[in-house]
C-alpha cells in the first residue's frame, strides 16, 4: 500500500465551529416515532422528552425543539510541538502503528446549548477531521441535559437565576470539578475551556475548582459536565426553591 501524505492542517483551523446551516424542518424525514410526533407537532417542548426519559436518538429533534442552539468545540489537544508539547487544539490526534505506516485518527469534544438552561457534550472520534467534527455535535445534541440554576450565594441572596444553588461535585475517572454559587459579578471564575460550558448552560457567576488529573483535558470536561448533572440529582424542597430561586431549564 501507498503511504498517502494528507494535508491535515487545511481543517484543523482554530475556530472549529461548525457553519450554522440553519435546521431546514421540510426536508427532515423522521426515523423515529418520537421525531414523528415532535414533526407533526404533538411534542412542543424538550421538558416533555427529557421528564420522562425518552430514548432521544434523532439530533434533529433538538434543532427543533432549541430553537437558539449553538455548537462548539472545546479544546481537549494539542498539536505537535517541540520541547515538551505544543498549543492547545480542538482535535485530539491519536497514531496506530500498522505495517504500511502510522494510521492517524482524530477525537474531539463538542459542546452545544441554548445559553438558558441546556446544555450538552459529545465525543467524537473519526480518521478524518470533518467527521468527527459531525460525530460529536450529533452526540453532543443527543445528550442534553436540563439543568437547575438559582443564587444561592451567602453573599449575595437575590434569589436570581443567575448562579447556581448548591455546592456540586463531579468526577470522570481521576479528574474531579467542583462547582460552587458565587455573588454577582464575579462571572465564570474557573478553567478556561470548562467557562465554554458554563457559558451555554447559562450560568452567569460561578467558582470553580478542577483537581486531581487536571491535564487530562477530556476528562476534566466530563467532569464538569458531571458536576452540571448532579445540580438535578440532589433533593429540593419547596421552601429551599423559593428562597434559592431555583429553576429548572429555561428561565422565562
Ligand atoms: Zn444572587
Not at 459542546?111 to 441546556?118: A, L, Q, S
Not at 445534541?141 to 439543568?147: A, S
Request: net charge positive; hydrophobic share 30%.
Amino acid at each position: 500500500m501507498i503511504k498517502k501524505k494528507r494535508n491535515y492542517k487545511e481543517d484543523s483551523s482554530e475556530s472549529g465551529i461548525s457553519k450554522d446551516k440553519g435546521f431546514d424542518r421540510d426536508s427532515w424525514k423522521p426515523k423515529t416515532e418520537l421525531g414523528k410526533k415532535v414533526k407533526n407537532g404533538d411534542i412542543s417542548t424538550i421538558d416533555y422528552i427529557l421528564d420522562r426519559g425518552l430514548p432521544l436518538l434523532e439530533p434533529q429533534i433538538v434543532d427543533m425543539l432549541l430553537p437558539g442552539l449553538q455548537v462548539d468545540l472545546l479544546e481537549v489537544g494539542q498539536s505537535k510541538g517541540k520541547f515538551g508539547g505544543g498549543k492547545r487544539s480542538i482535535w485530539r490526534q491519536t497514531q496506530k502503528k500498522t505495517k504500511e505506516g502510522n494510521k492517524p485518527s482524530f477525537a474531539t469534544l463538542a459542546v452545544c446549548g441554548d445559553g438558558n438552561g441546556y446544555v450538552g457534550i459529545g465525543f467524537g472520534k473519526a480518521k478524518e477531521t470533518v467527521p468527527a467534527r459531525e460525530k460529536a455535535t450529533r452526540m453532543a445534541k443527543l445528550n442534553i441535559i436540563k439543568i437547575k440554576r438559582g443564587c444561592g450565594s451567602w453573599e449575595c441572596g437575590c434569589g436570581q437565576a443567575h448562579s447556581i444553588p448548591f455546592t456540586v461535585d463531579g468526577k470522570c475517572s481521576s479528574a474531579l470539578f467542583k462547582l460552587m454559587p458565587a455573588p454577582k459579578g464575579t462571572k465564570l471564575c474557573t478553567e478556561r475551556e470548562a467557562q465554554k460550558i458554563l457559558r451555554f448552560a447559562g450560568i452567569k457567576d460561578v467558582y470553580g475548582k478542577a483537581r486531581g488529573q487536571t491535564r487530562t483535558k477530556l476528562n476534566v470536561m466530563y467532569a464538569c459536565f458531571d458536576a452540571l448533572k448532579q445540580l438535578s440529582k440532589v433533593k429540593t424542597k419547596e421552601r429551599h426553591i423559593q428562597k434559592l430561586g431555583i429553576v429548572g431549564g429555561r428561565n422565562e
